[in-house]
């Protein structure tokens, strides 16, 4: 079965921690993307990669980190600089960057 | 950044009803797509139209594009109560290397 999946599906994160939020695709995609969505609001973009060892910032990467060293890992770092953690944070993967994305279910974090 | 915006916010129709929602945007894309998300859950994939095409339909969906006016509509035919979800467009931007941009959704609920 192909696909991404996101673990854990719940996160908690206590103050001055920070936390790795897992995303793993087998759709052989070279674009990986982070999205955070808040309540009632659309899709931000934090991060995407392009490719392999390559990534860039989106909209809102500030008080995040991320990594691609292998095609199909993009694992997000969820740092203590970042003072409003609370979300759903989806990740997603596609042949390229305008075309079609396929979304992970998604991991909640919520801080302690 | 040419971020679609959906309307209506939210919409409650009856089932068998059809629904009807629109997304607007601002610059040049290569294309638009909507996407359904179920509560807690991923996005899905529904449709995508590009910008050389006026409409497109797949099963109970018809999406219509009109770049002159920058919008675009989707509609579910026959509503069943399985539709309530919110759904979102996405545009792709038309020029160098983009990713998608998502508005902030349509919240759909059908009623048995």
């Known amino acids: 079965d192909g696909g991404i999946t996101q673990s854990p599906k719940y996160l908690f994160r206590k103050e001055g921690q920070n936390v790795t939020l897992s995303c793993e695709q087998n759709?052989?995609?070279?674009?990986m993307y982070w999205y955070r969505q808040d309540p009632g609001q659309g899709l931000r973009l934090i991060y995407y990669?392009?490719?392999?060892?390559?990534?860039q910032k989106g909209d809102i990467a500030e008080g995040y980190s991320v990594s691609r060293e292998k095609k199909e890992s993009f694992p997000l770092t969820v740092t203590s600089a970042q003072k409003n953690p609370t979300a759903f944070y989806l990740c997603?993967?596609?042949?390229?960057?305008?075309?079609?994305?396929?979304f992970g279910p998604g991991t909640r974090l919520l801080v302690l | 950044s040419q971020q679609g915006e959906e309307d209506p916010q939210a919409l409650s129709i009856q089932e068998g009803e059809n629904a009807t929602m629109n997304c607007s945007y601002k610059?040049?894309?290569?294309?638009l797509q909507w996407y359904r998300q179920n509560s807690g859950r991923g996005l899905v994939h529904l449709i995508l139209?590009?910008?050389?095409?006026r409409e497109k339909h797949s099963g109970r969906l018809r999406v219509t594009l009109d770049t002159s006016k920058k919008s675009s509509s989707l509609l579910i035919t026959a509503s069943r109560a399985a539709d309530t979800a919110s759904y979102f467009c996405?545009?792709?931007?038309?020029?160098?290397?983009?990713?998608?941009?998502f508005g902030k959704g349509t919240m759909l609920l059908v009623s048995p």
């Open positions: 139209i590009r910008s050389n095409e």
């Open positions: 759709l052989n995609h070279d674009a």
């Open positions: 997603a993967s596609s042949i390229s960057g305008v075309e079609t994305q396929y």
């Open positions: 996405a545009t792709g931007g038309a020029s160098g290397y983009s990713t998608l941009t």
């Open positions: 990669s392009q490719i392999v060892n390559d990534f």
């Open positions: 610059t040049s894309i290569n294309n």
